[in-house]
């Protein structure tokens, strides 16, 4: 069974940094591509980021690019989110997710459905 467990989701500033983490474990980590998405409150969940399964690919929503960079560690298996000059705005329940098809070759990798498994997710609050 493939669990997702988010952490490093806590209250900041605006203006502040945060690195969000996300451990895969029981599955195989290193062909996934991961995503990252949030969801603000009374707002419907939103694509933030994705990388390929090699880390040569990845993508943004635009309100993040600049401020936000994924990565990940194949070794660890895990994904990162380091987001800097966090706005108000970027204030959400930020969740990992893993599609098993881990090369982004078409446009479809920031559909919700493309991805096979989640996290619970994880609280961040930029209060301004």
């Known amino acids: 069974q493939v669990q997702l467990v988010e952490s490093g989701g806590e209250l900041v500033q605006a203006g502040g940094s945060l690195r969000l983490s996300c451990a895969v474990s029981g599955g195989t980590f290193i062909s996934y591509a991961m995503g990252w998405f949030r969801q603000a409150p009374g707002k419907e969940r939103e694509f933030v980021a994705v990388?390929?399964?090699?880390?040569?690919?990845?993508h943004y929503v635009d309100s993040v690019k600049g401020r936000f960079t994924i990565s990940r560690d194949n070794a660890k298996n895990t994904v990162y989110l380091q987001m800097n000059s966090l706005k108000p705005e970027d204030t959400a329940v930020y969740f990992c997710a893993a599609d098993k098809y881990g090369v982004l070759d078409d446009d479809t990798w920031p559909e919700e459905y493309e991805y096979e498994y989640w996290g619970q997710g994880t609280q961040v609050t930029v209060s301004s």
């Open positions: 990388i390929s399964w090699n880390g040569g690919v990845t």
